[in-house]
């Protein structure tokens, strides 16, 4: 007979899996929950697994946990949390899916459960990426109208939220949804975006697997070849480094297909070769599939149309048994479809040349639309069409093209208006024609200009343009300027900068670039990497970089420019450097920083320089970094301004009373650690004044310019808790019309005062935790870092140590916050400061009510000397105030019935008013819980209240 796991309630449940979380495997543990019938405390643990195993880069095994927590989440309809959480695995089921490569058959099913539940909570951010995914996913299971639906659908709503955060979470999408189009120029800039948040993103963040193999591509339409192997060089290196072995075996795959495309066989060959070994050892259909076309391009390239027709109806063969859906978004595949039939070879499996066409031609992309009609027309011509439907044909695909931005596909559809016009005896037009093509292919006609139009060449023109391309569109100085302008607006002066690096390295088609700073213009040995394109950490400490880092010094000792050529032949087991060049760049009238690039792979990089070029590139990129960087010195001196006399919330300022010796040497202790920047815990029972102490701690230390923001653990909802440190996103969530930044974005530079820490949630303590060490964090529905320098001090009336005993309270977060602890007495413990506080708030409250006449007895001063004030300081102001209004003459009436009180046999002997017996059975419990408020078996669930009603119960009987 089966046994039953034992019937413990759910916080019974929650305290076991802390206790065995070390002990036990926690899939056992999640299994042994969910059949006790503890589903949603089985998904928190699982989530949590996920989470942890991302961190440790295992995709494979957190895929799988997302999709057993999805799978059991949906189990929970009407849960609030539980759809929460279904949407964030979901959106991280998604990208591993697609890093992965595997998962897409449930991918849809999940994504669209998704996209109604975000549409209930009203969680506007999520709702628009679910759009995006789908998009994604659509686009990639060959249902291209679906996909561009859904893409528009998410642009629009992320247009309409319009913040950076969501912006840089869809931007690899848009970048799709441009791609997909043929609209290369639009893709380029969301793509690079993308590209820059992969790039710098953190160990287990997830983002868009797609964005590097899109920029790639889109940068090799727009003939920014340089920029593109660049790119997926990096890219590659950086995953391979980082053991991401599916997407670098795919990186590898789209860097081999680039190299062919822009026909460096060798290069191409060797990466296309080890690309395919290092798949088949990893199982990677997908990535041999994609290996499979360079490889018959090369084949192609080389005039063995039979051997490239081999590979690609074998390749068509394997993808159809590994399920891969075959895509339409490669020109050459369409052109060697071509040359198959107009060799009289078979079709491929599946596809005709006509069958190719008609797709193409459906599919709502200008691009491949553009290549398909050039096809055509030229099929028309080989069998004789009318002149008017060719020229038609290509007219159009002339226009298309253009639009798309690809330079190379353009150039082929001009060339072949040429050799028509040619053919027709209108060499004029011929020729007119084949200069324009020449043009338009820029610095790289010399490569990829058929011999067979070299005769409609102006060779005097020709020669001239190959030696002087900065006449080209690509290649002017006025180009560059434009290039430059692009700094503008920006948010940071290391923006100005990484601005300053993107420009250069596109204007003078370098694959890698990075701007060197040099602090206070002083020469160092290693300066420091302030904005960097396709160059990495590790790219630095690699062994052939030591010869580029002497030539940056050399450039900024001498303040010279420096081209260098190595003329090596490429290696690409290594990453020989076969030119380089550094500019030394001036701000404020003094050399501050060296802008580098280089190139491996393709040598003619910085041909085109002269000396008047580089000494006006030089003068126009140290005005524009310099003229940037007044104008944000000027914008950060208004800001602090601002925060200074604006936006600073300023400490209680009440005074501390006090003539004890405990307290004399608790302040001096305190007053040594305020000038520190360590986190200072602040103990004590209710009423002592830790907000008071707090307040001093800021006022001493050297933040006492900045914000003092105050948070109060108590007055908050847990519902709001995370909101309101932490800020949201606009549509984080139903109300959330706008964005907001939290209370630690707040203190950014002051000081962080959280008010009874031991209230925190423990999933809110988790997060704290890592903002405190990392000084980072996210707002809620946003994926953005934001980072902020602030001084954290905590408050509590708890015993935290028995908190982490009773695993009510982080241990991590409480050793954190214990570095300098200070234990605050209660008023009992000094009653020598008594007559003084009660002098002071004589005095205060007396001009308050207009009661200056009142005095107190020494009868009556006795008295409170011995009460034992269980409310502290804070109690004694109230019974003072009370005592002040309700006083009948002029000496100060004193009502402390629980002091005056005999033991007695019931509660009641003294016929207490409603609020007084309210306020008495309150402290019982609080008595009973040591304090304790919130959470199980604290005094709000023994009442049968929320805390934050106990809270201000507390307030209105001036208990606190």
Same mark, same amino acid.
């Given at each position: 007979?089966?046994?039953?796991?034992?019937?413990?309630?759910?916080?019974? /449940?929650?305290?076991?899996?802390?206790?065995?979380?070390?002990?036990?495997?926690?899939? %056992?543990?999640?299994?042994?929950?969910?059949?006790?019938?503890?589903?949603?405390?089985?998904?928190?643990?699982?989530?949590?697994?996920?989470?942890?195993?991302?961190?440790?880069?295992?995709?494979?095994?957190? /895929?799988? *946990?997302?999709?057993?927590?999805?799978?059991?989440?949906?189990?929970?309809?009407?849960?609030?949390?539980?759809?929460?959480?279904?949407?964030?695995?979901?959106?991280?089921?998604?990208?591993?899916?697609?890093?992965?490569?595997?998962?897409?058959?449930?991918?849809?099913? $999940?994504?669209?459960?998704?996209?109604?539940?975000?549409?209930?909570?009203?969680?506007?951010?999520?709702?628009?990426? @679910?759009?995006?995914?789908?998009?994604?996913?659509?686009?990639?299971?060959?249902?291209?109208?679906?996909?561009?639906?859904?893409?528009?659908?998410?642009?629009?709503?992320?247009?309409?939220?319009?913040?950076?955060?969501?912006?840089? #979470?869809?931007?690899?999408?848009?970048?799709?949804?441009?791609?997909?189009?043929?609209?290369?120029?639009?893709?380029?800039?969301?793509?690079?975006?993308?590209?820059?948040?992969?790039?710098?993103?953190?160990?287990?963040?997830?983002?868009? =697997? +797609?964005?590097?193999?899109?920029?790639?591509?889109?940068?090799?339409?727009?003939?920014?070849?340089?920029?593109?192997?660049?790119?997926?060089?990096?890219?590659?290196?950086?995953?391979?480094?980082?053991?991401?072995?599916?997407?670098?075996?795919?990186?590898?795959?789209?860097?081999?297909?680039?190299?062919?495309? @822009?026909?460096?066989? !060798?290069?191409?060959?060797?990466?296309?070769?080890?690309?395919?070994?290092?798949?088949?050892?990893?199982?990677?259909? +997908?990535?041999?599939?994609?290996? #499979?076309?360079?490889?018959?391009?090369?084949?192609?390239?080389?005039?063995?149309?039979?051997?490239?027709?081999? @590979?690609?109806?074998?390749?068509? *063969?394997?993808?159809?048994?590994?399920?891969?859906?075959?895509?339409?978004?490669?020109? /050459?595949? +369409?052109?060697?479809? $071509?040359?198959?039939?107009?060799?009289?070879?078979?079709?491929?499996?599946?596809?005709?040349?006509? #069958?190719?066409?008609?797709?193409?031609?459906?599919?709502?992309?200008?691009?491949?639309?553009?290549?398909?009609?050039?096809?055509?027309?030229?099929?028309?011509?080989?069998?004789?069409?009318?002149?008017?439907?060719?020229?038609?044909?290509?007219?159009?695909?002339?226009?298309?093209?253009?639009?798309?931005?690809?330079?190379?596909?353009?150039?082929?559809?001009?060339?072949?208006?040429?050799?028509?016009?040619?053919?027709?005896?209108?060499?004029?037009?011929?020729?007119?024609?084949?200069?324009?093509?020449?043009?338009?292919?820029?610095? $790289?006609?010399?490569?990829?200009?058929?011999?067979?139009?070299?005769?409609?060449?102006?060779?005097?023109?020709?020669?001239?343009?190959?030696?002087?391309?900065?006449?080209?569109?690509?290649?002017?100085?006025?180009?560059?300027?434009?290039?430059?302008?692009?700094?503008?607006?920006?948010?940071?002066?290391?923006?100005?900068?990484?601005?300053?690096?993107?420009?250069?390295?596109?204007?003078?088609?370098?694959?890698?670039?990075?701007?060197?700073?040099?602090?206070?213009?002083?020469?160092?040995?290693?300066?420091?990497?302030?904005?960097?394109?396709?160059?990495?950490?590790?790219?630095?400490?690699?062994?052939?970089?030591?010869?580029?880092?002497?030539?940056? &010094?050399?450039?900024?000792?001498?303040?010279?420019?420096?081209?260098?050529?190595?003329?090596?032949?490429?290696?690409?087991?290594?990453?020989?450097?076969?030119?380089? &060049?550094?500019?030394?760049?001036?701000?404020?009238?003094?050399?501050?920083?060296?802008? *580098?690039?280089?190139?491996?792979?393709?040598?003619?990089?910085?041909?085109?320089?002269?000396?008047?070029?580089?000494?006006?590139?030089?003068?126009?990129?140290?005005?524009?970094?310099?003229?940037?960087?007044?104008?944000?010195?000027?914008?950060?001196?208004?800001?602090?301004?601002?925060?200074?006399?604006?936006?600073?919330?300023?400490?209680?300022?009440? %005074?501390?009373?006090?003539?004890?010796?405990?307290?004399?040497?608790?302040?001096?202790?305190?007053?040594?650690?305020?000038?520190?920047?360590?986190?200072?815990?602040?103990?004590?029972?209710?009423?002592?004044?830790?907000?008071?102490?707090?307040?001093?701690?800021?006022?001493?230390?050297?933040?006492?310019?900045?914000?003092?923001?105050?948070?109060?653990?108590?007055?908050?909802?847990?519902? +709001?808790?995370?909101?309101? &440190?932490?800020?949201?996103?606009?549509?984080?969530?139903?109300?959330?019309?706008?964005?907001?930044?939290?209370?630690?974005?707040?203190?950014?530079?002051?000081? &962080?005062?959280?008010?009874?820490?031991?209230?925190?949630?423990?999933?809110? #303590?988790?997060?704290?935790?890592?903002?405190?060490?990392?000084?980072?964090?996210?707002?809620?529905?946003?994926?953005?870092?934001?980072?902020?320098?602030?001084?954290?001090?905590?408050?509590?009336?708890?015993?935290?140590?028995?908190?982490?005993?009773?695993?009510?309270?982080?241990?991590?977060?409480?050793?954190?916050?214990?570095?300098?602890?200070?234990?605050?007495?209660?008023?009992?413990?000094? =009653?020598?400061?008594? =007559?003084?506080?009660?002098?002071?708030?004589?005095?205060?409250?007396?001009?308050?009510?207009?009661?200056?006449?009142?005095?107190?007895?020494?009868?009556?001063?006795?008295?409170?000397?011995? $009460?034992?004030?269980?409310?502290?300081?804070?109690?004694?102001?109230?019974?003072?105030?009370?005592?002040?209004?309700?006083?009948?003459?002029?000496?100060?009436?004193?009502?402390?019935?629980?002091?005056?009180?005999?033991?007695?046999?019931?509660?009641?002997?003294?016929?207490?008013?409603?609020?007084?017996?309210?306020?008495?059975?309150?402290?019982?419990?609080?008595?009973?819980?040591?304090?304790?408020?919130?959470?199980?078996?604290?005094?709000?669930?023994?009442?049968?209240?929320?805390?934050?009603?106990?809270?201000?119960?507390?307030?209105?009987? !001036?208990?606190?």
């Amino acid at each position: 007979m089966e046994s039953k796991p034992p019937d413990f309630s759910k916080e019974q /449940w929650k305290f076991l899996a802390v206790l065995m979380e070390d002990h036990v495997d926690p899939i %056992v543990l999640i299994q042994i929950m969910e059949k006790a019938g503890h589903l949603k405390e089985a998904c928190k643990l699982e989530i949590k697994l996920a989470e942890n195993t991302l961190k440790k880069e295992k995709n494979e095994q957190a /895929w799988r *946990y997302y999709k057993n927590t999805a799978d059991r989440l949906l189990k929970i309809p009407d849960d609030r949390d539980c759809k929460t959480w279904f949407l964030t695995s979901i959106i991280n089921f998604s990208n591993l899916s697609f890093i992965l490569g595997k998962g897409m058959k449930y991918l849809s099913e $999940y994504l669209n459960k998704a996209h109604e539940i975000s549409k209930s909570l009203g969680d506007q951010r999520t709702h628009a990426l @679910i759009n995006l995914h789908l998009g994604r996913l659509f686009y990639f299971s060959d249902r291209r109208q679906d996909a561009l639906v859904a893409l528009s659908l998410g642009l629009n709503e992320v247009e309409e939220l319009g913040d950076k955060d969501i912006l840089d #979470q869809s931007a690899g999408f848009l970048g799709l949804f441009y791609f997909m189009q043929g609209l290369f120029k639009e893709a380029r800039g969301h793509l690079e975006r993308a590209v820059g948040i992969y790039g710098e993103r953190e160990k287990g963040q997830l983002t868009n =697997p +797609l964005a590097p193999v899109l920029h790639g591509y889109c940068l090799t339409y727009l003939g920014e070849f340089h920029r593109a192997i660049g790119s997926l060089d990096c890219h590659w290196r950086d995953a391979r480094q980082k053991s991401d072995l599916t997407m670098s075996i795919t990186l590898r795959v789209i860097l081999g297909t680039v190299l062919t495309l @822009i026909k460096k066989e !060798k290069e191409a060959a060797y990466h296309l070769k080890e690309a395919v070994k290092e798949a088949a050892d990893n199982n990677n259909a +997908l990535a041999i599939y994609l290996a #499979q076309g360079p490889l018959a391009l090369m084949w192609m390239n080389a005039g063995h149309a039979k051997k490239a027709h081999e @590979i690609l109806s074998r390749s068509f *063969y394997d993808g159809a048994d590994s399920g891969i859906v075959r895509q339409f978004a490669s020109p /050459w595949i +369409l052109e060697m479809i $071509y040359e198959f039939e107009r060799l009289g070879l078979k079709p491929l499996p599946g596809i005709s040349f006509d #069958q190719a066409m008609k797709r193409a031609m459906e599919e709502n992309n200008i691009h491949l639309y553009g290549v398909a009609l050039r096809l055509q027309a030229r099929k028309k011509i080989s069998e004789n069409k009318s002149k008017g439907t060719i020229d038609k044909d290509l007219e159009k695909s002339h226009e298309y093209l253009e639009q798309s931005g690809d330079i190379i596909q353009l150039s082929k559809t001009i060339m072949e208006m040429a050799r028509l016009e040619f053919s027709r005896g209108n060499r004029k037009r011929a020729e007119s024609l084949a200069q324009k093509a020449w043009r338009v292919m820029g610095g $790289y006609a010399d490569d990829f200009f058929p011999d067979d139009l070299r005769i409609l060449l102006d060779h005097e023109n020709h020669e001239n343009h190959k030696k002087h391309w900065l006449d080209t569109p690509q290649g002017s100085f006025e180009r560059f300027i434009e290039l430059t302008e692009t700094m503008f607006p920006v948010q940071s002066r290391d923006e100005i900068l990484s601005r300053a690096v993107v420009a250069t390295n596109r204007f003078f088609g370098a694959e890698r670039g990075g701007l060197f700073w040099f602090a206070g213009g002083k020469i160092t040995k290693n300066p420091e990497l302030r904005a960097r394109c396709n160059l990495t950490e590790s790219d630095m400490l690699a062994d052939n970089f030591s010869h580029s880092h002497a030539l940056i &010094l050399k450039s900024f000792t001498k303040n010279r420019i420096i081209i260098e050529r190595s003329g090596l032949s490429h290696e690409p087991r290594g990453r020989p450097l076969r030119s380089i &060049l550094c500019l030394p760049v001036e701000v404020r009238g003094k050399t501050r920083a060296v802008i *580098y690039h280089d190139n491996s792979y393709l040598e003619d990089c910085f041909d085109f320089l002269n000396d008047s070029t580089m000494k006006k590139i030089v003068g126009h990129v140290s005005r524009q970094v310099g003229r940037l960087w007044e104008y944000h010195q000027i914008k950060e001196e208004r800001n602090d301004l601002i925060e200074k006399y604006i936006t600073n919330e300023k400490p209680d300022e009440k %005074v501390l009373i006090y003539k004890s010796r405990i307290m004399s040497d608790l302040l001096l202790q305190l007053d040594k650690a305020s000038r520190s920047d360590s986190t200072i815990l602040i103990m004590g029972e209710t009423g002592v004044g830790k907000e008071l102490f707090a307040g001093r701690v800021h006022s001493k230390s050297l933040r006492r310019d900045k914000a003092f923001i105050v948070v109060d653990a108590t007055t908050i909802p847990e519902g +709001l808790m995370e909101s309101e &440190l932490f800020g949201h996103e606009k549509g984080a969530f139903t109300g959330a019309d706008r964005q907001k930044k939290g209370r630690l974005e707040l203190a950014h530079r002051g000081t &962080l005062f959280i008010d009874e820490i031991g209230e925190l949630p423990i999933s809110i #303590q988790a997060k704290l935790l890592r903002a405190i060490q990392e000084h980072s964090f996210f707002r809620v529905g946003g994926t953005r870092m934001h980072h902020s320098d602030f001084r954290l001090i905590a408050a509590t009336n708890r015993e935290l140590a028995k908190e982490v005993a009773a695993k009510r309270f982080r241990e991590d977060l409480y050793y954190r916050l214990n570095v300098i602890p200070f234990q605050i007495p209660p008023l009992r413990d000094r =009653p020598e400061d008594i =007559p003084l506080l009660i002098e002071h708030f004589l005095n205060r409250l007396g001009r308050k009510y207009l009661r200056q006449d009142l005095y107190i007895d020494a009868e009556t001063e006795a008295l409170l000397k011995q $009460y034992n004030w269980p409310g502290n300081v804070r109690e004694l102001e109230n019974i003072i105030e009370r005592a002040v209004l309700l006083s009948t003459d002029d000496r100060l009436q004193i009502d402390l019935p629980l002091v005056t009180l005999k033991p007695a046999d019931h509660p009641f002997v003294d016929t207490p008013c409603l609020d007084t017996l309210e306020k008495r059975y309150i402290k019982y419990i609080l008595d009973k819980t040591k304090g304790r408020i919130g959470g199980p078996g604290g005094a709000a669930d023994i009442l049968g209240l929320k805390r934050s009603t106990l809270y201000a119960r507390m307030k209105k009987l !001036k208990m606190r």
